[in-house]
């Protein structure tokens, strides 16, 4: 059996009208001869609809409630959309995540998924059914709803995917497929045919917003073969796939901007063992996510440390390093919020040298001070000044990618 | 342990403001020291809201799909409970037909409850909980969410009242009890404190709109103590119980009118045995509920047979007596859309001799002509001209309540 899991988001199935374009979509991947399992997010506007219901009610809702609350949109999109399918004259059945067996962990409103069972998936298919399947929602081991947290449908679809041993997991989305860099600031941004589940890691950690990290980790794990398509078009999309063999001479995969980054500068901290990691333990425990960090070499047993944290984490951090002081004895800090992340990702770096410096040295010749520079195996991070940021993005796309 | 079940319509918990209220009136309950189980309805105008989706797609959607599509309100409605009690600091949480464990047939939009489980109702119970359960929906034995038809939420609170072996179950509703007859129509209509099972289900399939038949049933055939109430008053309502015996000089408990009703006439029909059962059975096969049936005594070897159907179904009527006329060779028939069907109801009336005759003996010093008579046990109904039916009940009720 050829399975083909598809996903659509929330403004895929919006309206009625959209609705049944989505089974017009599924009824042409079904007339190939293809098994099919849909997975869906809530009609957009819903899951807020019922959010804002509860916040009518309370500031601070049960996560559990919540849960319960508004795990109800998925139900009502796919039994709207397995409606739309008997319509047309198509068998289909929706389920929800109970019916399935997509079992996650207590974690209400951010939940992982633990398990997906495959017998009734493969019942159905073998009856010839489409099914159409709640994205978004799980349940615990003691049958409550959880929520996976933003972008869950895609790791839902993905989920389902690996548990069912799918040909390909399709992702459809509003873009049609993952570029090298926004279209919006480089006019010839070029949408690829290929990039690897690292790369993907990566650009979408450093910006892009085309998948969330959760749905590529689980794809990397269970080598599930993901493709990012238009909801709208019917042209090919991306595939994200492990090893990317047949583009051995592309470099860079894609650039990024993150311009909701601020720079946090400890100045003349007294360079002790442990005095890092006792600064990190404190901001991670406070689940604010470090992106890059730097530190001199030390000099009359003093160091400076650099990293860069959310903006909205900026009042948080404030304290940490207030309440700090005492202890660590560093001179002063300083934050500036005016700050963008600039990401080179491709993983063609592995094997040619000399990136990095062919990177800086166009900045350099376009007047971009970089304040901060990063690396990985795959991945060049540089901080910049946030006026430079989409400058820079142009600059290296036009060198590295034309 | 004391267990309350709790039973709230759409309209009690209709919007934020109610919801809120609903949760008010729950932990005053909850505050006498009672155990509480709490069972809604969708907020009032979301069961149709979902149709309406559903209808905006196909004409004749799937039983199955409207029942996973509409069920999501029940669930709305039970979190925002739970969310509402919270916020108010009492311990709360929902539970849908799936976490219960409501189980029914597989009767999808009309199932009927074949077993609840009772084990995390104690649970949650035993942790102090306030438990919102969902009303109206079950699931089948293969976990396919199913709704239980019309008034279905009431049968729900029914079914878990007798499940978990409650003290009372109390339906909330717009109106503070049952009464003797509509208030409408009768200004001294009086609240009764008490009634029986057999009266309840005789005056509710006679047209006294207070409580589905089939949670009443439901009721009597568990023992389950049902109390209906005011959502909005805090006053006593209406006890409806085994046995009457606190009332036992109460003749009449109530007084009903249905005008929704049609009369047939089969004119000159021969008495051959099984003549009435093939005419019946056909009608019974079309789901129509024939109410009162008369049949005069055979002369010369033909017979009149007269009975009452819902207006609604009078065509469908038609065609099955055309289709038998080769078959039963009657003379010909009439149908009469003019009538209503008014009914005396009272347990008392195994007792006391002579209740149908004064009551003709009324009606005609009114002036008003019987037009057919049907007497059971505990009740009398007559056929009567519909310009005529609220003075019947008028001239009834002051003669045998006052």
């Known amino acids: 059996m050829d399975i083909i899991v598809q996903k659509y988001g929330g403004t895929s199935v919006g309206n009625i009208e959209k609705i049944k374009n989505v089974a017009d979509k599924i009824i042409k991947t079904k007339n190939t001869g293809k098994s099919l399992i849909v997975v869906l997010s809530a009609m957009s506007g819903e899951t807020n609809r019922l959010l804002g219901l509860a916040h009518q009610i309370s500031k601070h809702p049960s996560d559990r409630e ?17 409606i739309a399918l008997h319509e047309k004259g198509y068998g289909a059945i929706s389920l929800n995540a109970h019916q399935v067996g997509i079992y996650t962990d207590k974690a209400f409103t951010k939940a992982r998924i633990t398990e997906i069972k495959s017998d009734k998936l493969i019942k159905h298919l073998n009856d010839d059914k489409i099914i159409i399947v709640t ?5 615990d ?21 690996a548990a069912i041993k799918a040909e390909k997991c399709e992702i459809y989305t ?20 290929y990039i690897t589940y690292d790369e993907m890691l990566e650009l979408a950690s450093l910006g892009a917003k085309v998948l969330m990290n959760r749905s590529v980790e689980f794809a990397k794990k269970f080598k599930v073969k993901l493709e990012v398509k238009s909801s709208y078009e019917d042209i090919e999309g991306t595939l994200i796939v492990e090893d990317n063999t047949k583009m051995e001479n592309v470099v860079i995969s894609g650039i990024t901007q993150k311009k909701d980054e601020a720079k946090v500068t400890i100045h003349k901290v007294p360079d002790n063992t442990g005095v890092a990691s006792k600064i990190f333990k404190q901001i991670g425990d406070k689940n604010i996510n470090v992106n890059v960090i730097v530190q001199t070499s030390s000099v009359n047993d003093v160091t400076d440390i650099s990293f860069t944290i959310p903006r909205i984490n900026i009042e948080d951090v404030k304290n940490i390093l207030e309440n700090l002081k005492s202890d660590i004895k560093y001179k002063n800090y300083y934050i500036a919020d005016d700050i963008s992340i600039v990401s080179m990702v491709g993983i063609g770096m592995k094997s040619h040298a000399g990136i990095a410096s062919s ?7 376009n007047e971009i001070n970089i304040d901060m520079i990063s690396t990985s195996e795959i991945k060049i991070s540089v901080i ?18 034309k």
Do not use: C, W
């Open 359 to 365: 990177a800086f040295d166009i900045l350099a010749k």
């Open 141 to 161: 081991t003691e049958g409550n709803i959880t929520t996976l947290g933003r972008g869950g449908s895609d790791t839902s679809a993905v989920a389902v995917a």
């Open 135 to 139: 994205g978004f929602q799980g349940v």
């Open 66 to 82: 919540m849960d319960m609350l508004v795990s109800t949109g998925e139900q009502v999109s796919t039994s709207l959309l397995a």
């Open 174 to 193: 509003d873009v049609d497929g993952v570029y090298t860099t926004d279209p919006r600031i480089v006019k010839n941004a070029k949408k690829l045919k």
């Open 384 to 401: 910049v000044k946030e006026k430079d940021s989409e400058k820079s993005v142009q600059v290296l796309h036009e060198y590295f990618i």
